[in-house]
């Protein structure tokens, strides 16, 4: 930490959290199942549907905006294929977003 110049430091410690983050959030995608049975069971049906389309918008703008992730990238030239790994980024955030939904479900019952 005493360097002057610490952007390898910087980018690491921005990977490691990325890559934490990521694998917490992975997880969630195993309540969609259940989410999906219970958009129909809800007080108010709309209330349901509006819900579980919002997560599913918010997903899309989530692998919308991993263009963004992927215009910047600076890979490692000894590595195979890193872009499987940028692309399943969104795929594996996106779980929180099925956290949040399952969570907007149980609000709404």
Avoid at 9 to 19: D, E, K, Q
Avoid at 53 to 69: E, K, P, T, Y
Avoid at 76 to 102: E, F, K, R, S, W
Wanted: glycine share 8%.
């Amino acid at each position: 930490m005493l360097r002057e110049e610490r952007s390898n430091l910087v980018r690491n410690i921005s990977h490691s959290l990325t890559a934490s983050i990521a694998c917490a959030a992975l997880p969630g995608w195993l309540f969609l199942p259940s989410i999906i049975r219970f958009t129909f069971s809800v007080r108010i049906l709309e209330l349901g549907i509006l819900v579980a389309v919002l997560g599913l918008l918010a997903v899309i703008v989530l692998a919308g905006l991993s263009h963004l992730w992927v215009k910047d990238a600076k890979y490692n030239t000894d590595m195979l294929l890193p872009q499987v790994g940028t692309a399943l980024i969104p795929v594996m955030m996106g779980g929180m977003v099925v956290y949040a939904t399952g969570l907007g479900m149980l609000l709404i019952a």
